[in-house]
């Protein structure tokens, strides 16, 4: 059932909000339960629709899966090396499985995930780093196949792309190098704090992994991984979301159960702009700033500013009285939402990779369309500041990687609705 979200904007904001587990996290952690038979237990999964893929994925590869209120639970005793098209195209990160079944099974066949409405994903990094390690691939009838049974063994390689390291591509080797012979040293590996909290997993099931969490990656394979129970990290992109919110419309909006650590980016960034945040170990208050000043800031591979904050970081501009430029250097054509909040009010020029807004501009509640998670989101966000109705439709994208977020907007204050199209 398609629905749509009605938001009615100007209600100010205020009280606490807890952050959910990591849905990035959460995909890949998920997939490298395939690489043992044993019994995996993962928790704080949030539930959205993508983790549902996964699991369903792993259910159709022939796994055991059972779920409860953030509790995952796989047993993967026997499993399929085939995943085809119709099980992998509702989600890119499906691809994450490639990496599990190629390291287990030695050989794997994946239908190779769509496009996507952020531009070309192309996934050559991920099999440049499995042909590394001796596999032999091909594409055909839009599927790729993976044989690694000759030749597969630890070696050195480079994962840098010409948009920075790839994030599932490290994942997907890592997950395929545990148990491959010898040493495997990955450079150009993505540092983000998902990746991390994948090898944490890994090591935990008996892999031997070094570096994580840096640009270099060192692998010593093991024979065979065991069960590991895992809980998976608060999900940094909500906590910088829900930032956004605080200091667009609250006089006081605290997020709880998160990790400032890898959050710096975010909230250097919030800071510069004048808005006042107290930060613990595990929560950060954030107040407005009708003075706040405008920012200049560019995506980059953590820890520089995560492009899955830029959208929100766009509606954010808009509230601030004074002009501010964003420029994407990840996802170069990731600006679908500047379009729809153009249709609201917004006053903002787009030149090639470049945004540049003026803030300040009265912002009128329109019907707009989600285009694809982090612009959703954004979406929201603007319409919260805008004056009267906003129908945001295509809410499915929302649901994708938001854990409630009209249940949590609403809990501080927010006017909003859920209703059928
Ligand atoms: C992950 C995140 C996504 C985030 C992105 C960048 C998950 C489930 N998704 O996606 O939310 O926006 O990291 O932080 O974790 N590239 C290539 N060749 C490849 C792979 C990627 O050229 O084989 C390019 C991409 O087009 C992009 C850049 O590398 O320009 C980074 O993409 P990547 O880190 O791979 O994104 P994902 O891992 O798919």
């Known amino acids: 059932m398609m629905e749509k979200l009605i938001v009615h904007g100007g209600a100010p904001l205020k009280g606490r909000v807890t952050i959910s587990g990591s849905k990035n996290s959460s995909l890949p952690i998920l997939a490298a339960t395939l ?17 549902n893929y996964m699991t369903q994925i792993l259910a159709e590869l022939g796994a055991e899966v059972e779920r409860a209120s953030g509790v995952v639970v796989v047993e993967a005793r026997k499993i399929k090396h085939v995943a085809p098209y119709d099980l992998v195209r509702k989600m890119r990160a499906s691809i994450c499985v490639l990496g599990p079944l190629t390291g287990r099974l030695r050989k794997a066949t994946v239908s190779l995930p769509g496009g996507c409405v952020i531009g070309d994903r192309p996934v050559d990094l991920h099999l440049k780093g499995l042909e590394a390690l001796g596999a032999q691939i091909t594409v055909d009838g839009g599927d790729i196949h993976v044989d690694a049974r000759k030749h597969f063994k630890g070696t050195t390689l480079n994962l840098m792309g010409k948009h920075g390291s790839t994030v599932l591509g490290t994942d997907n080797v890592m997950m395929a190098a545990v148990l491959a012979k010898g040493t ?3 450079e150009g590996a993505a540092a983000e704090p998902e ?55 609250s006089d006081g909006l605290t997020i709880r159960r998160c990790a400032p650590e890898h959050l710096t980016a975010v909230t250097e960034t919030l800071r510069k702009c004048g808005f006042p945040m107290e930060i613990t170990k595990d929560t950060i208050t954030i107040h407005g700033n009708p003075d706040a000043k405008g920012f200049d800031l560019t995506t980059l591979c953590y820890p520089g500013f995560p492009t899955d904050m830029q959208a929100q970081f766009c509606a954010l501009a808009c509230a601030i009285q004074d002009t501010s430029t964003i420029t994407e250097t990840i996802f170069p054509q990731r600006f679908m939402h500047v379009a729809e909040m153009k249709r609201m009010g917004a006053n903002i020029d787009l030149q090639g990779a470049t945004a540049r807004i003026r803030g300040g501009e009265h912002m009128k509640g329109a019907p707009v369309m989600a285009s694809d998670l982090r612009a959703s989101a954004a979406l929201v966000l603007a319409a919260m500041l805008a004056e009267g109705k906003t129908e945001i439709n295509r809410l499915y994208h929302i649901d994708r990687g938001y854990e409630h977020l009209d249940d949590k907007l609403a809990g501080l204050g927010a006017q909003l609705e859920r209703a059928k199209v």
Do not use: Y
């Open 195 to 249: 990746v991390e909290d994948l090898a944490n997993f890994l090591i935990k099931m008996g892999a031997k992994i070094e570096g994580a969490g840096s640009n270099r990656i060192i692998i010593e394979g093991v024979k065979e991984l065991h069960g590991a129970e895992h809980t998976v990290i608060p999900d940094r992109i909500e906590a910088g979301t829900f930032l956004c919110v605080g200091a667009m419309l």
């Open 35 to 51: 690489l043992t038979g044993d019994v995996c237990t993962i928790r704080r999964v949030p539930d959205l629709s993508d983790t």
């Open 184 to 186: 495997t040293i990955i």
